[in-house]
């Protein structure tokens, strides 16, 4: 059972940055792809972005791109997600993921394993 546990969500403005972290409770977790979700109240649960085991592969929803950054630390068991130029719409829980087996060819992958309890993610306009 692979435990996830996200941090550093809070209260900015537009146009700041924050950086989302998970830390996996399992060595393991290096043969994981990795996604993080987000959901906005009356929203569903959307995908944000996602990263291959190695770190060599990411995908990202398009209303985040060229703003997001998912990247990981096998070392650590961790992932992060730096989000830059955040905008209102952006307020959300944000979601750690984890997905047992190969990178899938859809985005998001069709089952994720494991999940956090969320973060959130506050901007102000």
């Known amino acids: 059972q692979v435990q996830l546990v996200e941090s550093g969500g809070g209260l900015v403005q537009a146009g700041d940055s924050l950086r989302l972290s998970c830390a996996a409770s399992?060595?393991?977790?290096?043969?994981?792809?990795m996604a993080w979700f987000r959901q906005a109240p009356g929203n569903e649960r959307e995908i944000v972005a996602d990263?291959?085991?190695?770190?060599?592969?990411?995908r990202y929803a398009d209303s985040v791109k060229g703003r997001f950054t998912i990247s990981r630390d096998n070392a650590k068991n961790t992932v992060l997600l730096q989000m830059n130029s955040l905008k209102p719409e952006d307020t959300a829980v944000y979601y750690c993921?984890?997905?047992?087996?190969?990178?899938?060819?859809?985005?998001?992958?069709?089952?994720?394993?494991?999940w956090g309890q969320g973060t959130q993610v506050t901007v102000s306009s």
């Open positions: 993921a984890a997905a047992k087996g190969v990178y899938s060819s859809t985005f998001p992958a069709v089952r994720y394993d494991y």
């Open positions: 399992e060595r393991t977790f290096s043969s994981y792809t």
């Open positions: 990263i291959n085991w190695s770190g060599t592969s990411t």
